[in-house]
């Protein structure tokens, strides 16, 4: 069976990758970033029943050239997830130096090696930093914007810099687009995405009046592998949504699960913008506030025939999750 390079292994989105592809056959060979991770992610499969017979798992820098080249030796495919998430107000090269020079290194050994197929893990944010509230496959953050976070420069540099490299080779190429992926961790450990969503919202006392556009993890992994497996993905990229919902929807929804301390009452505008005046962390949802985004996942549908299940059972199960490693009380 071919075999498949899938970078930054221990993460939430590439564990499901890996998951998909072993079930289906494929060799695969991934990378993380220390020696405990190795067992972390063994033993994570082991849990789920998951046959690691034909993984590999090496250790890789985003940052260092060393063993990137090695490591990708016979791979017909590459699905490229490794990229650091940090949120909010970050010093700009935190994020930005390693997402692209890591994209690089990953792309760069892929076309050496004769690779067929690239597939990146990109984002909305990649698509959002824009003066529109309706967004489709082909829209661009744009870079001149003065109020974008380090994270959406991050992102939307890495894929510009892929499209650059890749459209100048021989390789083929696509992107994945996702909005918020919400859904369990296959290791246990807490994604970025739902610390940022599920945590956050049991901390709240009231909710604000915004909506967020949402998206399964496991349907996010699916769109990978359905992308590197299709030839008429190539030179395409793919917007992943399930829906946009108000965040009261989504509290409410927890709360009907059985989540009794998940705050339902919605706080006024006018009082969330009077207090992030005074609270700086605030200042992004007040933005926000009252805007109803559309999105149009047309790629995905039509040329992945990709429809998402309910992410609904997705974000119970986070919280089941965090509530049974004791992030969370009911």
Known sequence: MDKVFVSGGSGFIAMYCIKILLSKGYNVVTSVREKSQIKLVKKSFKQQKINCDNLDITILDLLKDDGWEDALKGCKYVLHTASPVIPGNVDEDILVKPAVEGMT??????IKNGAKKFVQTSSYAA???????????????????????????SK????KKMWEIANSSDISACSINPVLVLGPSLTGI???????????????????????????VH???????????????NGKRFLLSEKTIKLVELTKLLRGAGFTKVPTLVIPNFLLKFIALFTPSLRSIAKRLG???KLHTINANKILDWYPKSVDIEIINSAKQLYETGVLKK
């Open 105 to 110: 290194r990953c792309l760069n050994a892929a």
């Open 127 to 153: 698509i959002y930093g824009n003066n529109k509230s309706e967004h489709s496959d082909d829209d661009w953050t744009d870079l001149s914007n003065k109020n974008l976070l380090a994270y959406e420069i």
């Open 156 to 159: 939307t540099k890495s894929e």
């Open 190 to 216: 807490l994604s970025m995405s739902n610390k940022l969503t599920i945590k956050k919202i049991f901390s709240l006392l009231f909710v604000p009046n915004m909506t967020i556009s949402i998206v399964g």
């Open 219 to 233: 349907d996010v992994a699916d769109a990978h592998v359905r992308a590197m497996e299709s030839s008429k993905s």
């Open 291 to 293: 805007t109803f985004e």
